[in-house]
C-alpha cells in the first residue's frame, strides 16, 4: 500500500488531528455540510436505562432516520459526496467506514453473490471467512479477508451488509492484524448500536 492510498492519507490526517466526533461535527458545520435531502448526519442524544444520556449520531435517509454511536476513542468525519461516516481511532491504527447506498434495496443478494462481489472489489485480498450479523434493522452479512501492506504487513478487512427498503449500509473495518482483536470489538458494538429510529425519536436540530 503506498502513500498515495486514500486510507493510508486519511490515518496520516487522523493521527495529526486527533479531534473527537463531535469536535470534527462542529469544525464541519452542521448546517452546511449536510445540506442535503437524502442524507443528513447530525449528533443527538438518548436516555438509556444503562448509561443515562448518551451521544448518538442520526443518519438520515430520505423520510427515515437511524442512529448509532461512535465508538470509544475513535474521531468521525462526514463525507458529504459519497454519503458516508468513516470513524478513525484515535492511535489510526483502525478505520471504519458506514456507508449508504442504493444498492440492495429491500434485501441482500444471495451469500454466494455478494461474496463474489466482495472478493471483486478486494482483488488483492483473501476472503477466508464469511458470517451472518444482527442488526435492530435486520441480518446482515459479514465478509473477512486479509489484505496485503507495505512492509509484508496485513491489514484485516472486515467488510458488512445490512439491507433496507430503499437501499443498504456497507460497514467497513479495515485495520492492521496486529490490532484486529480490539478493533473489531470496536466494529461490533458499532453494529449494536445500530438501529431505526422510532417516529416519535425523529427531532432534527
Known amino acids: 500500500m503506498g502513500h498515495a492510498d486514500p486510507w493510508f492519507n486519511l490515518v496520516l490526517i487522523m493521527r495529526r ?6 469536535l470534527a461535527l462542529a469544525a464541519m458545520g452542521a448546517g452546511s455540510a449536510f445540506g442535503q435531502a437524502d442524507f443528513r448526519v447530525y449528533p443527538s442524544t438518548e436516555t438509556t436505562a444503562e448509561s443515562g444520556v448518551v451521544n448518538i449520531l442520526v443518519i438520515q435517509v430520505d423520510n427515515q432516520h437511524f442512529q ?3 465508538p ?3 474521531g468521525a ?3 458529504q459526496n459519497d454519503q458516508s461516516i468513516v470513524f478513525t481511532s484515535l492511535n489510526g491504527a483502525s478505520v471504519i467506514t458506514v ?3 442504493t444498492n440492495f434495496a429491500g434485501s441482500l443478494p444471495k451469500m454466494e453473490t455478494l461474496r463474489d462481489q466482495v472478493a471483486q472489489k ?3 485480498a483473501s476472503l477466508v471467512q464469511t458470517s451472518s450479523c444482527h442488526t435492530s434493522c435486520g441480518m446482515g452479512l459479514l465478509f473477512d479477508l486479509f489484505q496485503p501492506a507495505a512492509g509484508n504487513s496485513t491489514m484485516r478487512i472486515r467488510d458488512g451488509f445490512v439491507s433496507f427498503p430503499q437501499g443498504s449500509f456497507e460497514f467497513t473495518l479495515s485495520c492492521d492484524s496486529s490490532d484486529y ?4 470489538l470496536s466494529f461490533a458494538w458499532l453494529l449494536n448500536s ?3 429510529q422510532s417516529q416519535s425519536a425523529n427531532t432534527n436540530p
Request: no cysteine.
Open 17 to 22: 488531528l486527533r479531534i473527537s466526533t463531535f
Open 68 to 70: 448509532l454511536r461512535t
Open 72 to 74: 470509544k476513542d475513535y
Open 77 to 79: 468525519q462526514i463525507h
Open 99 to 101: 456507508k449508504v447506498s
Open 122 to 124: 478486494y482483488s488483492t
Open 181 to 184: 482483536d480490539k478493533s473489531r
Open 194 to 196: 445500530f438501529r431505526l
